[in-house]
């Protein structure tokens, strides 16, 4: 079964550094999620992506965050200056086609510490 | 946006032990999934089902649209099964996945 990949499993980063989430969502799928979870806590939508550009962002989905998609294939999550909060388990997801036609599969997430 | 409440927050079953886990959600939905998320925070699909009744081994699901819930089964309950499981749906008109506050379960030998 297809997967979406997710690179680093696991980073640890000093407060104020840029950091950059890779991910490899299926290969013909159209839109593109990111999610975080806090530990302990829910599953919370922070962006979507469609046609190479943003279709929808959260209140989370600040100035510090941005995606890209630069190669046809990846798609990436940067935080500009990280903080302590956004200590998190970060989730990429994509789907294809229409919305009530498919499911939307994760990746296995990347935990991100900010120390 | 929709609201999606998933009850009990807490389980704790001994093994073999069957139990049913619900998801009420506020608006129609075009799109309902099934996650368990294990120790090592994988969100593992369980069912993509926004509608009717599927079986997959020990666990099954049902979602009643037009009554705006969901259910999960889990049958003879293993150790294994421990973890959270997410409720996550997705309307038409917006397409993000939203998540339900998971139920926590806990399967005892």
């Known amino acids: 079964e297809p997967e979406v990949t997710q690179t680093p499993s696991h980073q640890v980063t000093q407060m104020g550094q840029e950091v950059i989430l890779r991910c490899v969502p299926i290969?013909?799928?159209?839109?593109f999620y990111w999610y975080r979870q806090i530990l302990g806590q829910k599953v919370e939508f922070l962006v979507s992506f469609y046609n190479n550009e943003i279709s929808e962002k959260s209140e989370i989905f600040d100035d510090q965050f941005s995606v890209e998609r630069p190669d046809g294939s990846n798609f990436t999550l940067k935080i500009r200056s990280t903080k302590l909060e956004d200590s998190a388990m970060y989730f990429c997801?994509?789907?294809?086609?229409?919305?009530?036609?498919?499911?939307?599969?994760f990746g296995s997430g990347t935990r991100l510490t900010v120390v | 946006g929709i609201q999606v409440e998933q009850s009990p927050p807490d389980l704790i079953l001994q093994e073999g032990a069957n139990s049913t886990l619900r998801c009420n959600f506020s608006?129609?939905?075009?799109?309902l999934q099934w996650f368990h998320q294990n120790p090592w925070g994988q969100l593992i699909n369980l069912f993509y089902?926004?509608?009717g009744t599927k079986q997959n081994g020990r666990l099954s699901a049902t979602t009643v649209a037009t009554e705006r819930y969901s259910l999960l089964y889990i049958s003879s309950s293993q150790t294994t099964d421990s973890g959270v499981y997410f409720c996550a749906v997705a309307r038409a008109a917006g397409n993000k996945l939203t998540f339900g506050g998971g139920t926590r379960v806990l399967v005892k030998p």
């Open positions: 608006d129609s939905v075009n799109n």
């Open positions: 290969s013909n799928h159209l839109y």
């Open positions: 089902i926004p509608s």
């Open positions: 997801a994509s789907r294809g086609g229409q919305i009530s036609l498919s499911r939307y599969t």
